[in-house]
């Protein structure tokens, strides 16, 4: 049996059509998956996404333990609060999980995918070697929701007026505790927003104040259709372990300074780099028919009479640009167009630098 949130029983009220999810009841949606992204990009929408695993990382060796985990360098979190977003790789170089950090009072908050959970804590516990003040703590009693959209701040401070005090003055990246709950300006989505950690036993009432609020349930569907419109990748699709960040336009999230850092995977990922990476990911907008879809083989043309292969990593009808897009793995010297094979057909796209859509808005030419 799939494990529930503290949301399930929300979730059949609201009529959400159910599906197991990394070994857990999710929604899909609660009707119309399209009626669910648009509230996003035009108001605000929340989803439950408790179903993520929450760790907390406490003691004096917290900042080493992390510095050598994760590509991206902890030691830049000065500020209680801050948040960046990492990678976590094996010694290949290839991307065991990307996640985000928190910085708190006494160590660092992390927050993984739910499909992940697994690996990730035997990864975590496995490279505890070495570091003797140090805590590793599961968080499962607490439930985590995502308010998004424009609206999204304003509207929990209507419900949880409270909250105003946490909420005022965040930055981007940047989280607050108040009392038991802790409110980031984080997302998914593309689009302004919170990501709010909450005591379970008391997840259930802020949701139903805020469906009362006029706030979207959103599900899972809505969820990829957004964050693959902003350009952001989803773990197992867009990367895994078998692909470096430097192929799966994560080359920001490594922290290359200071050079004595020795990350795990910094000795593969400087390899890489000195042979030159074969491959990128960017963004594709199809120009003829059809909807491009993971796994479609994506065609380029590499220059002197020289043709070469990529693979649709995701695809999907986009809501906002009615249009089809994808991110796509190709090689380093694609150029501006492609031919992607829709059934059998080479169906001509454009290539673009991620993303395609920032706060509701096109951003490519």
């Avoid at 990394?22 to 035009?42: K, L, T």
């Avoid at 976590?88 to 996640?99: E, F, R």
């Avoid at 009432?205 to 009362?212: C, K, N, P």
């Avoid at 491959?279 to 479609?296: A, D, T």
């Amino acid at each position: 049996m799939a494990k529930r949130t503290a949301l399930y029983a929300k979730h059949l009220e609201a009529n959400a059509k159910m599906v197991d999810f990394a070994g857990w009841d999710m929604p899909i949606h609660y009707g119309s998956q399209i009626q669910e992204h648009n509230a996003v990009r035009e108001k605000s929408g929340m989803f439950d996404v408790s179903h993520m695993t929450i760790v907390d990382i406490n003691g004096s060796d917290a900042t080493d333990y992390l510095q050598q985990l994760l590509a991206n360098d902890v030691a830049r979190l000065q500020e209680k609060g801050k948040a960046l977003y990492s990678a976590m790789l094996n010694q290949d170089g290839g991307v065991i999980d990307d996640l985000i950090v928190y910085k708190t009072d006494n160590g660092y908050r992390l927050v993984v995918n739910s499909a992940t959970r697994t690996k990730d804590l035997e990864w975590m516990e496995r490279n505890l070697r070495g570091f003797g003040n140090l805590s590793l703590t599961e968080r499962p009693e607490l439930a985590m929701l995502a308010v998004q959209g424009p609206e999204a701040i304003s509207k929990v401070k209507l419900v949880k007026p409270e909250a105003a005090t946490a909420i005022d003055g965040l930055k981007v990246f940047q989280g607050r505790s108040q009392a038991n709950w802790f409110f980031a300006r984080t997302g998914y989505t593309g689009e302004d927003g919170l990501e709010i950690m909450i005591p379970e036993a008391e997840i259930a009432d802020f949701w139903q104040a805020l469906q009362e609020a006029d706030v979207q349930p959103c599900g899972l569907g809505a969820r990829d259709t957004l964050r693959l419109e902003a350009g952001m990748n989803l773990y197992g699709n867009d990367m895994d372990e078998t692909i470096s960040p430097l192929q799966a336009a994560m080359g920001w999230t490594i922290a290359w300074e200071p050079t004595d850092r020795a990350f795990i995977g910094r000795d593969a990922l400087e390899a890489e780099k000195d042979a030159g990476v074969a491959n990128k990911l960017v963004g594709l907008v199809l120009e003829g028919r059809g909807v491009m879809r993971s796994h479609q083989k994506v065609l380029v043309d590499l220059g002197n009479g020289e043709q070469g292969e990529g693979e649709v990593t995701s695809g999907t009808f986009s809501p906002t640009l009615q249009n089809s897009i994808a991110m796509a793995r190709v090689p380093k010297a694609t150029g501006e167009t492609c031919h992607v094979d829709i059934r059998g057909k080479q169906v001509p796209a454009r290539v673009i630098k991620l993303p395609f859509v920032r706060n509701g808005k096109k951003v490519y030419e």
